[in-house]
């Protein structure tokens, strides 16, 4: 019958790139924990995803993954496909003394590099987002002052039908730390503007980014970056801390001490441990500010009781409501999120 869909029974299309079954999804997100992607699709351009999702079954469930930063992937999996931008989408050109085009799957550091060398001013805050360029996209990712927003033109996006469209900054909808991308849709390249500014003027204010996050942030830990969205007027580490969360444990899941709305897991936390940690912060800050703290860590994927379902070990036919009862993540910042 051909590679297939244990969710559907639909076939996979024929691809240029690399379809993986069963692919392991914990070495490729920072917090190293997690299931297995029932299909992991590294396309190996922009035609081949297009043309992978037009023929894909409709109701497989897509998602993009960058770095994998901003997320956490359940202990059951995800059901569908999985789509990984590689080196074929990491490419940075300069369009003129201002612009930039950038592949949906390069780094924020590489983008910062890049316009740097170029002498292009106004970016630099994208070097202290660990995620791609679909990612924060995607999440309208910020740091430090300024967000996607401030900078982006606009986008090329494929989206879950396979279509292939331009999208101007005005139709991102763009919120704090959101879009209105629809699900399943891919940001395989972006255009960012910024100003003309001399390149050590620059490389002073990365560093500057550099080391406020190396003295505020657990850097070299496995973490999923900022947990919670700030609520209007407040900072979710204040309340957090308010909360007595500061260094709170399930496992090996810990509130970070350096910066309490960074995660972190110390050895073998499983991501049940991870989001019941993330949970439980959100109801103690609940009852002692009554604030209830919104993630912006995207939680994807089915619960281990799901397991057989999703990942297609007996039984077919995964719930997509409880498969993905998240926003599906673009590759992330991972920054995707931030920061």
Not at 117 to 142: K, Q, Y
Not at 287 to 293: E, I
Request: proline share 5%.
């Amino acid at each position: 019958m051909g590679l297939v869909t244990a969710m559907t029974g639909a076939a996979m299309p024929a691809v240029r790139g690399r379809l993986t079954h069963g692919a392991p999804l914990a070495p490729l997100v920072w917090f190293k924990s997690g299931g297995a992607a029932e299909w992991l699709f590294e396309p190996a351009d922009a035609d081949d995803l297009a043309a992978f999702l037009d023929a894909l079954d409709p109701d497989v469930p897509v998602m993009g993954l960058g770095l994998g930063s901003n997320l956490i992937v359940r202990d059951g999996g995800v059901p569908g496909v999985v789509v990984r931008l590689g080196k074929a989408f990491a490419s940075v050109e300069q369009l003129d003394d201002t612009t930039l085009t950038c592949g949906g799957g390069a780094s924020g550091i590489l983008v910062s590099s890049k316009a740097r060398d170029a002498g292009i001013g106004g970016v630099e805050f994208l070097r202290s987002i660990p995620g791609t360029v679909g990612g924060f996209v995607r999440m309208n990712g910020g740091a430090y002052g300024r967000e996607v927003r401030d900078v982006l033109v606009e986008c090329e996006v494929v989206l879950r039908s396979g279509e292939r469209r331009t999208l101007a900054l005005g139709d991102l909808g763009y919120t704090y730390r959101h879009s209105e991308l629809p699900a399943g849709a891919i940001v395989v390249s972006a255009t960012f503007r910024g100003h003309l500014e001399a390149p050590a003027t620059i490389q002073a204010e990365m560093d500057r980014i550099a080391a406020a996050r190396e003295a505020s942030q657990p850097l070299r830990s496995k973490t999923g970056g900022s947990t919670f969205k700030n609520p209007e007027g407040d900072k979710a580490w204040r309340l957090i801390d308010a909360a007595g969360c500061r260094g709170l444990r399930r496992g090996d899941a810990q509130v970070s001490e350096k910066h309490c709305n960074f995660l972190l897991n110390l050895g073998d936390a499983s991501s049940a441990d991870i989001e019941g940690l993330g949970e439980e912060v959100r109801n103690r800050v609940k009852a002692d500010s009554g604030v209830m703290l919104e993630w912006e860590i995207q939680r994807v994927g089915v619960f281990p009781s799901r397991l057989r379902e999703g990942l297609g070990v007996g039984a077919s036919g995964v719930d997509l409501a409880q498969a993905h009862p998240q926003p599906l993540p673009q590759p992330l910042p991972q920054a995707g999120g931030e920061r």
